[in-house]
Nanobody, 115 residues
Framework: QVQLVESGGGLVQPEGSLRLSCAASGFTFSSAAMSWYRQAPGKEREFVATISTGGSTNTADSMKGRFTISRDNVKNTVYLQMNTLKPEDTAVYYC?????????WGQGTQVTVSS
């Protein structure tokens, strides 16, 4: 079955960096578009970034220049490098796989930006 396991979250100070990972299994990873979303307390889940099967990326405007999505088709893993973190980046970050017409989600990893 499809599994997406996020890791790399934690507590970081403002202006710090984190790299999130999402390890995928149960499907042909190289054929799936992969994305990151986040959900802050009391808010709707919002799009962060996506990477196509060919490596093209798109990042939400508010995160451009700070967040970078990448993928490793050998390790079946998608990454989110987050730099210059702000308190408003505090959220649960979710990985999503788009396989044919279906979407699969991971369980999420908490990122807290606080001094």
């Amino acid at each position: 079955q499809v599994q997406l396991v996020e890791s790399g979250g934690g507590l970081v100070q403002p202006e710090g960096s984190l790299r999130l990972s999402c390890a995928a299994s149960g499907f042909t990873f190289s054929s799936a578009a992969m994305s990151w979303y986040r959900q802050a307390p009391g808010k709707e889940r919002e799009f962060v970034a996506t990477i196509s099967t060919g490596g093209s990326t798109n990042t939400a405007d508010s995160m451009k220049g700070r967040f970078t999505i990448s993928r490793d088709n050998v390790k079946n893993t998608v990454y989110l490098q987050m730099n210059t973190l702000k308190p408003e980046d505090t959220a649960v970050y979710y990985c999503k796989a788009r396989v044919l017409s279906l979407s699969y989600w991971g369980q999420g990893t908490q990122v807290t930006v606080s001094s």
